[in-house]
């Protein structure tokens, strides 16, 4: 009778032994979903795969999220909420475009080039990150860290993909594997809500960059810790900028200021103020200029401060502006209320101008122009 009891014991302690294993290992894939990036699996219950990246965008899809150039300069790609765009700078015409990410509530963020490879990424807020081979609109990977993601940006040697999520921080991942690198919590550094969604990563690929409250913080990916923390304590700042030669950092604070830094040798420039409501800045391809944008203005500078000419429109409200890669034009994103025959808002307007005197040279096609599948 003694020997019956302690089997039966025996038993209910494997049978709670087995079930707390399999519920660890539930816990454990649960929480290790996003690393299951790039398959065909779909890791999101908000969207299917199958079909949606060979529709093209459609011409409803107004706002106009996120620009890159080309790696030659001929061509202007952009996102709205579910599309990609391409346009051929010279002529001004949309020649190519198609639905990225399916969910048009969600919308997507950001798109980031990666040249080396052919290849561009986009971000969405609906939780997936995609990246896409550049022309063909192939759609080659996925990555799945959930909830909203504010940006995605590849490492210079193609090798990392960085992705800001909102309210967790930026997670680094191995491009190829989808493995997690390193993570970056949010609420320790102050990354305020939409406004922080700005990382770069250093031109060696171990390091990357980003800011909260009145820091700008260089964090080495490999080590999983702060490396270098470049303060200005008087100022939040809003916006920030890595030069492409690897040597200064910009940046922007709530109080109308911009600002420099040497990179290599930690030294703090200067700043000045240009206005109020800076939205961003951007240096120019060849490092010599940078700009700033606020809704009424765009402002070009030199290193040094120095105000090059201006861009002003009476009508539209600046979002976004990004230097051509001559780095003789700058292509701003604006906004205006004027609406369409059918009382929809027209949306976003893409127009070039010159960066010596800031004078309009050209309009490029509206989306709500696109009345054709290219």
Not at 29 to 34: A, E, K
Request: hydrophobic share 35%; proline share 2%.
């Amino acid at each position: 009778m003694v020997e019956k009891d302690w089997n039966v014991e025996m038993k209910v302690f494997f049978y709670f032994l087995i079930f707390f294993i399999f519920e660890l290992m539930m816990m454990t894939l649960i929480n290790n979903t996003h690393v299951l990036a790039g398959n065909q699996q779909n890791c999101s219950p908000y969207e299917n795969e199958t079909d949606i990246h060979r529709q093209s965008a459609c011409s409803t899809d107004r706002p106009i999220k996120d620009i890159v150039s080309s790696l030659n300069g001929r061509i202007l790609i952009g996102v709205s909420n579910v599309g990609v765009y391409y346009w051929d700078i010279n002529s001004g015409r949309i020649i190519n475009s198609f639905i990225a990410h399916g969910n048009s509530i969600a919308g997507i963020s950001s798109i980031s080039e990666n040249f080396k490879n052919n290849e561009i990424i986009t971000a969405s807020s609906n939780g997936f990150a995609k990246i896409w081979a550049l022309n063909t609109n192939q759609f080659k990977r996925r990555y799945c860290p959930g909830r909203i993601l504010l940006n995605a940006k590849f490492s210079p040697n193609g090798k990392l993909i960085g992705i800001f999520v909102a309210t967790k921080g930026i997670i680094v991942y191995d491009r190829n594997s989808g493995k997690i690198i390193t993570e970056i919590n949010e609420k320790k550094y102050g990354m305020s809500g939409e406004l922080s969604y700005n990382l770069e990563f250093t031109l060696d690929s171990m390091n990357i960059i980003f800011y909260g409250k009145s820091n700008i913080i260089l964090w080495d990916i490999y080590r999983r810790k702060e490396y270098y923390k470049f303060t200005d304590n008087t100022e939040t700042i809003n916006s920030f900028d890595y030069s492409p030669d690897g040597k200064y950092l910009n940046f922007s604070t709530d109080k109308g200021r911009v600002g420099i830094w040497n990179f290599y040798d930690r030294e703090y420039l200067g700043a000045i103020k240009v206005g109020k409501n800076i939205k961003s800045v951007k240096f120019s391809n060849d490092s010599k200029l940078m700009l700033y944008v606020t809704s009424a203005k765009i402002g070009i500078l030199d290193l040094k401060g120095q105000t090059k000419s201006k861009i002003t429109s009476q009508v539209e409200k600046f979002t976004n502006a990004i230097f051509t890669k001559d780095n003789t034009r700058i292509i701003t994103v604006s906004s205006d209320d004027n609406q369409d025959s059918t009382n929809y808002p027209v949306g976003d307007v893409l127009k070039i101008w010159s960066v010596y005197d800031g004078h309009y040279i050209r309009k490029l096609q509206r989306i709500y122009q696109l009345k054709f599948r290219p």
